[in-house]
């Protein structure tokens, strides 16, 4: 099959969709397409950090949660030391550098580790790890994606205030 027969379809079905009906301001409350801008989307503060939510549990299925978290420099945690029974959390750090510790058990022993995360550095946290991190750098950012979906509501349930980007 040539790839303009194959294409051929699809340009008509495309026609029929303006690029505003993909963009969007915060992330959907369904499964769907979607782009959401650069600093947009629903966002939250809490202390000093804003988390801004790419993609919500609703958004995905319930598949994951994207975030960015962007904070300054602390000497305090980021969060208490904690666990997550049913969820996996990733970090990539985007800008800066933060501390990641992790705690893991098994039926014989337990075992502590610590990273400091830079720019292109990604951190895995599988679920029944406790973990916290530390912003180190005045103006750090890390992406965020913790799966299963649906994570946002404990955010926006803590949260001091909603952000606003403009």
């Not at 294409?7 to 369904?30: G, H, I």
């Not at 993609?55 to 602390?74: I, K, R, Y």
Request: proline share 5%; with cysteine.
């Amino acid at each position: 099959m040539k790839i303009s027969t194959f294409l051929l379809p699809l340009s008509a079905s495309v026609a029929s969709f303006t690029s505003a009906s993909l963009v969007v301001d915060t992330a959907p409350d369904e499964l769907r397409a979607y782009v959401l801008p650069k600093n947009h989307g629903e966002a939250v503060k809490i202390g000093d950090q804003v988390y801004r939510f790419s993609v919500t549990g609703p958004s995905s299925g319930n598949a994951f949660t994207l975030l960015q978290t962007s904070a300054p420099e602390s000497s305090s945690l980021g969060v208490l030391p904690h666990i997550h029974k049913t969820h996996y959390e990733n970090f990539y750090c985007t800008r800066g550098r933060f501390q990641l510790w992790a705690e893991t058990y098994n039926s014989t022993s337990s075992e502590q580790q610590t990273r400091v995360l830079t720019q292109g550095d990604y951190g895995a946290v599988p679920h029944n790890t406790y973990h916290t991190f530390q912003v180190l750098d005045p103006d750090t950012q890390m992406t965020g994606v913790i799966q299963p979906g649906g994570f946002e509501v404990l955010f926006v349930a803590l949260r001091d205030s909603y952000f606003n980007s403009s």
